[in-house]
């Protein structure tokens, strides 16, 4: 393990990139961009996002990477020594990973158990009406039919890789499982066009159809983009802390949001097509898609059904563990660099962080159901407070202070360290004035959702 008084980096290129890809691919790639695609027009949605993530999402995740490398930080230290005028970003940052973490593990304990059902279990009980909502709630009888032992077991393996440090620990396990989950992917794909019917459905969501078109496609896409790529959060600059000055950062950027935006695409085209063909039920956003629909469309192939349930909740569990440990890690290091902690003591405390507020999670749908913050359970309000307000507000005053304070120089001089930066006229004016006004739509589209004002 790491010693106290060295910062852990990556290998190379490649750990890295696998690592940064581990942390963008995630549970919103399994769950919430086949819903989006769906529902926002299928290709059209594809072909907005796929511009979006170019244009928008790598500009982003340039800007955080550069800002890690260049300080040496995770993001409080690393805004302080920006600009100590705006630390309260750097705060608002770190915030966001401790929020977010405890019910990810909650989360990611619900696909563990899927996982284990079907792999050992057949997976008989959980097509059955009203399963899903019995075992959230906590009301099912015996020790592995809760959820707190999941989430248990879940942060356990999360904690226990983040232990063991950047290279040895992160590094290593990704490495094993991001190959592991692309041929899960690739398989269940395959699989799946074998099957009558599904070629049709394929077509759906493919094919983009300009009559589909409108302003709730391009917010649909920003928010996933936003969700999915691990921006503002602390994360990047974490991650980019930890990269050596030989990497390229525009093409790491480029890699990271190309990986991340593949997976989503096949995530998308194993799971539409595939509700429309084997399941009567309409496609459902949130846990609804992936723990009540996909059991119902698994239960349909018969035997065939066990297998294929067993390896997408096998490949959701990798997608769930990979961003799962960069959360965790990025908590760690602001414990590492902030207060000076050993790793040992940080990630035990993360440990009892990750405990402590996750049981409000954990049973906030079962004994804790009573009690609600703004007509939300703890977990739906841990997910909106940091999606739809925390995260748009720090990545609108990181490109503030970048594009206005310090000026876009402090990340293009950290960007020509490795290479040429290719797209630096661009990222001057993206940076300045365009993704501001596109996050703060975000922010406003987010907040009238939460408060069930307006809906995209």
């Not at 910062?7 to 990139?17: A, D, E, W």
């Not at 290709?43 to 993530?53: A, E």
């Not at 992917?185 to 589909?212: H, K, N, Q, R, S």
Request: include cysteine.
């Amino acid at each position: 393990m790491e010693q106290a008084d060295t910062r852990g980096s990556f290998s190379g290129k490649m750990g890295f990139i696998m690592a940064a890809a581990g942390s963008a691919v995630g549970l919103g790639n399994l769950w919430r961009f086949p819903y989006l695609a769906e529902q926002y027009g299928g290709g059209i949605f594809l072909l907005t996002y796929v511009v979006l993530v170019i244009i928008f999402g790598i500009m982003l995740m340039i800007t955080e990477l550069a800002i890690g490398r260049r300080t040496g930080k995770s993001c409080i230290d690393a805004f302080i020594e920006m600009s100590s005028k705006y630390k309260v970003i750097g705060w608002l940052a770190a915030l966001v990973p401790i929020i977010i973490v405890p019910y990810y593990c909650v989360v990611g304990g619900w696909v563990t158990k899927y996982f284990v059902n079907y792999a050992f279990d057949s997976g008989v009980d959980l097509a059955v009406p009203g399963f899903f909502d019995d075992f959230k709630a906590a009301s099912l009888p015996g020790i592995f039919d809760s959820p707190v032992t999941w989430f248990l077991i879940f942060a356990f393996l999360t904690v226990a890789v983040v232990v063991f440090g950047v290279e040895k620990g992160i590094e290593k396990i990704s490495k094993i499982l991001m190959p592991a989950l692309f041929v899960l992917l690739i398989g269940l794909c395959v699989y799946m066009l074998t099957l009558d019917g599904f070629v049709d459905g394929v077509a759906d969501y493919i094919v983009p159809d300009l009559g589909e078109f409108s302003m709730n496609t391009v917010l649909g896409a920003l928010g996933q983009l936003f969700y999915s790529l691990s921006l503002a959060m602390g994360i990047m600059i974490t991650y980019g802390s930890y990269m050596k000055k030989n990497v390229d950062i525009e093409k790491a950027a480029l890699s990271i949001s190309l990986t991340d935006m593949m997976v989503a695409f096949f995530c998308g085209f194993l799971i539409v097509p595939a509700i429309a063909v084997f399941s009567t039920q309409a496609i459902s956003s949130g846990p609804g898609l992936m723990f009540e629909t996909m059991p119902l469309v698994f239960d349909s192939m018969s035997g065939q059904g066990v297998i294929v349930g067993a390896a997408f909740f096998l490949l959701a569990m990798f997608a769930a563990w990979t961003s799962s440990i960069s959360l965790t890690e990025t908590v760690v290091s602001l414990f590492k660099d902030h207060l000076k902690w050993k790793r040992t003591l940080a990630c035990l405390v993360a440990a009892v962080l990750i405990v402590g507020v996750g049981m409000l999670s954990c049973l906030g749908y079962g004994p804790l159901a009573g009690i609600t913050i703004l007509d939300k359970e703890f977990l739906d309000f841990f997910d909106f407070i940091t999606n739809s307000v925390l995260m748009p507000i720090v990545a609108m005053a990181t490109c503030f202070v970048v594009g206005h304070v310090v000026t876009t120089k402090f990340v293009e001089e950290e960007v020509e360290i490795s290479s040429k930066f290719r797209s630096k006229k661009l990222y001057g004016v993206m940076i300045q004035w365009v993704c501001p006004v596109l996050i703060f739509i975000i922010l406003v589209m987010g907040l009238l959702d939460g408060f069930g004002i307006y809906s995209i």
